[in-house]
């Protein structure tokens, strides 16, 4: 039987803990939160406790499945499965920020492997993919390193603050490439 990509689960691996994103989560988030800076092509919220409302918002409209990204028990950080399309079993991962303390580590390959993993093996996902703008080249270089294929650029996609534009990259990864990049992965994260 098929997990559907909206039912809230909790995903583990080491120590690094996904859980269904709550308000309880606000104070630690925002703890977590304080030296990023914001910038209106990230996923870094202005003010967790109204990105914690708007993700659980989207949750009940069937779109999002948000999560915290928790590290040895302390919330570090957000991410989602997003833009869930569930008649084609389609999703998107994205709106994921770290804090300073756990980025350039184990973090996010490891949350990025439990929900592809989860997504394919568990949801039967017939593809998954990543979204994020074209000036953003840590996020670009750390979705190419996961092993997801550019599938093109959206330009003009978005309009952002003042009326700039934002140029999007679109990246997937589909079923039969799944177990390469789960096997590119698990060797990161062993090494």
Request: proline share 5%; charged share 25%.
């Amino acid at each position: 039987m098929t997990t559907p990509l909206i039912e809230p689960v909790i995903l583990s691996l080491g120590r690094v803990q996904l859980v269904p994103l709550d308000h309880a989560h606000a104070d630690a988030l925002t703890a977590a939160r304080d030296g990023l800076e914001y910038a209106w092509y990230t996923s870094i919220p202005a003010s967790v406790p109204d990105e914690i409302s708007w993700r659980l918002g989207e949750r009940e409209t069937g779109t999002m499945n948000p999560f915290a990204v928790i590290v040895d028990e302390k919330p570090e950080g957000m991410t989602t499965f997003c833009n869930i399309d569930a008649e084609n079993r389609h999703v998107e991962i994205g709106y994921t920020w770290l804090s300073r303390q756990v980025q350039r580590t184990e973090v996010n390959t490891t949350a990025k492997r439990l929900l592809l993993e989860h997504a394919f093996e568990a949801c039967d996902a017939i593809a998954v993919e990543f979204r994020t703008s074209w000036h953003n080249r840590q996020s670009r270089a750390a979705i190419e390193r996961l092993g997801a294929r550019q599938d093109g650029v959206l330009r003009n996609h978005r309009i952002g603050p003042g009326g700039s534009m934002r140029d999007t990259v679109v990246y997937s990864i589909l079923p039969h490439e799944w177990p390469g990049v789960r096997m590119g992965l698990d060797a990161r994260l062993a090494g």
